[in-house]
């Protein structure tokens, strides 16, 4: 009998078939991204811009979720860190945001390691308690010293980053380019060994530890990181609402950049991340009123959102989510 040759199909082909597709459609995106100023009106290009600000520090939280396995219910006291360092420094010292916000990272992740050195035994729902201890003293802490926080009116952020362009443009360009920014940084960082440390730390603690890498370290840089990025989140965020107050960080606001990195499915790509920027910042808006039916339209948007995005190829779902670290 003649022998029929065992024909399989071209897999690699295929792979690379869809990754291009995915390239295009990424790179589709990001061109409607920024041309989209010049068709839509003010208000859209307002609220876009808090959604892409809300985006990076949605990422911080995805990102404390995958490298550190860990939850936190708190993270709008790092957010509010990077906005309040951007407001301080324009109020005392006249420096623009592109300026401050250097320096709202190195406070936010000074931060991150304040409360992550003590904390560092703590895991699962006991640090998710102690991140939701710093989320409701927040407020009270800013309204004390109120001569630095400006009290309840809070501080206004009203310098131009851009000089020469309109304000309504850099509250659109600068939080995008920032979370392009965050974005490509995260992916130069996965392919590093400290990503590879934080991942096996993860994984197996004791088997870490054994190659010398030690869970305390693990808790701490990831931790660090995670608020740094937080910190610029804030610090664009104070630019693009133009002002900052207590009213603005309280325990929900952390509770909602949890929602939205669920939303996003912990996503680190740019996709996915505005997506989760996008339902934290519009469905409130859209809700806005619908009265007692808020809490349950706002379960079911999360539902929905959350079941049709694992409904989605594995492919896909890969690619929202920044890769499979």
């Known amino acids: ?159 131009d980053a851009l000089p020469g362009m309109p304000k ?27 990503a590879m440390a934080l991942l096996l730390i993860r994984t197996s603690a004791h088997a870490a530890e054994s190659f010398g890498v030690r869970r305390s370290w693990a808790r701490l840089s990831c931790m660090a990181l995670s608020a740094a990025i937080a910190a610029v989140g804030g610090a664009l965020l104070s630019f693009s609402s133009s002002t900052v107050s207590p009213n603005s960080f309280t325990l929900w606001t952390s509770i909602f950049l949890l929602v939205g990195s669920v939303v996003s499915l912990y996503s680190l790509s740019l996709v996915g991340s505005v997506i989760g920027g996008l339902f934290l910042t519009l469905i409130p808006l859209l809700l806005a009123g619908a009265g007692d039916w808020v809490p349950i339209l706002y379960g079911g948007a999360l539902l929905a959102v959350v079941l049709g995005f694992n409904a989605l190829p594995a492919a896909l779902r890969a690619r929202l989510s920044g890769g499979q670290s």
């Open 168 to 194: 309504s443009l850099q509250r659109y360009y600068l939080p995008l380019l920032g979370a392009i920014a965050v974005v490509l940084l995260l992916r130069h960082f996965r392919r590093s060994r400290q």
């Open 1 to 159: 009998m003649p022998i029929t040759p065992d024909v399989s199909p071209d897999v690699s082909g295929a792979e690379r078939t869809q990754r291009w597709t995915l390239n295009v459609g990424s790179a589709l995106g990001l061109a409607v991204l920024l041309l989209l100023p010049l068709v839509a009106g003010g208000y859209w290009t307002f609220t876009l811009g808090l959604c892409f600000a809300n985006a990076i520090a949605i990422m911080s939280v995805s990102f404390l979720v995958r490298y550190g396995g860990e939850v936190s219910i708190g993270h709008g006291v790092f957010v509010a860190a990077g906005a309040y360092t951007v407001a301080l420094v324009e109020k005392y010292l006249g420096l623009s945001v592109l300026a401050s916000m250097p320096l709202a990272a190195v406070v936010g992740g000074a931060l991150g390691l304040a409360f992550a050195f003590p904390s560092r035994n703590l895991s699962g729902i006991y640090l998710a308690v102690a991140t939701m201890a710093l989320a409701l003293a927040l407020p009270e802490l800013l309204l004390h010293y109120s001569s630095i926080s400006g009290g309840y009116e809070g501080l206004y952020v009203k310098l």
